[in-house]
Antibody, heavy 130, light 108 residues
């Protein structure tokens, strides 16, 4: 059974850098997109970005980031630990919310790509306040 | 504003059928996936692709798509189906993922 367990600092001051880590237990780590999603209090879900590691030493991991956050986001992966991390710089109160890590399988069908998040972390509440 | 549009709220009588929709131009080219979220919990995948349910999701949940609209249908809604439902798909560029604004389902 796949489990995602996440952790990180829950209280930040404006201008600091948010840092969260997600560990993956069970299943393969390579061959998936590892994703971060956030949810402001009382609001909807927002895709932050993702990283894909093929497991091949010949290729660097590839990233996709939400254009609205791209200048502040870094997602990295540590395959030796089956972990991936999120850094969000220069946080403001608008970054307050619950952050989730999730797994997105890579499925290419003959018709169109098949995108979905099948496993999620438990969520981490991050509050930005002076 | 999201590139995927959902009605903010929908209600259904216990045991009746309800359809939750998600509209967006990208849905003409990409599948939607659907997530149910209950208060204080992480979202749960309930439907993906043309009409695929993960293991453990009741068969009263089904999906369809037509033009720029993807739909999640619950046939015989149960009290435990209450919650917020989000659709997800790619944006118009096809390079990024985006969520709809969510639909709050109330079972009366």
């Amino acid at each position: 059974q796949v489990q995602l367990q996440q952790w990180g600092a829950g209280l930040l001051k404006p201008s600091e850098t948010l840092s969260l880590t997600c560990a993956v237990y069970g299943g393969s780590f390579s061959g998936y997109y590892w994703t971060w999603i956030r949810q402001p209090p009382g609001k909807g879900l927002e895709w932050i970005g993702e990283i894909y590691d093929s497991g091949s030493t010949n290729y660097n991991p590839s990233h996709h980031y939400n254009p609205s956050l791209k200048s502040r986001v870094t997602i990295s992966v540590d395959t030796s630990k089956n972990q991936f991390s999120l850094k969000l710089s220069s946080v403001t109160a608008a970054d307050t919310g619950v952050f989730y890590c999730a797994r997105r399988p890579v499925v290419v069908t003959a018709i169109r790509p098949l995108d979905y998040f099948d496993y999620w972390g438990q969520g981490t509440l991050v509050t930005v306040s002076s | 504003s999201s590139e995927l549009t959902q009605d903010p709220a929908v209600s259904v009588a216990l045991g009746q059928t309800v359809r939750i929709t998600c509209q967006g131009d990208s849905l003409r080219s990409y599948y939607a996936s659907w997530y149910q979220q209950k208060p204080g919990q992480a979202p749960v995948l309930v439907l993906y692709g043309k009409n695929n349910r993960p293991s453990g999701i009741p068969d009263r949940f089904s999906g369809s798509s037509s033009g720029n609209t993807a739909s999640l249908t619950i046939t015989g809604a149960q009290a435990e189906d209450e919650g917020e439902f989000y659709c997800n798909s790619r944006d118009s560029s096809g390079n990024h993922l985006v969520f709809g604004g969510g639909t709050k389902l109330t079972v009366l």
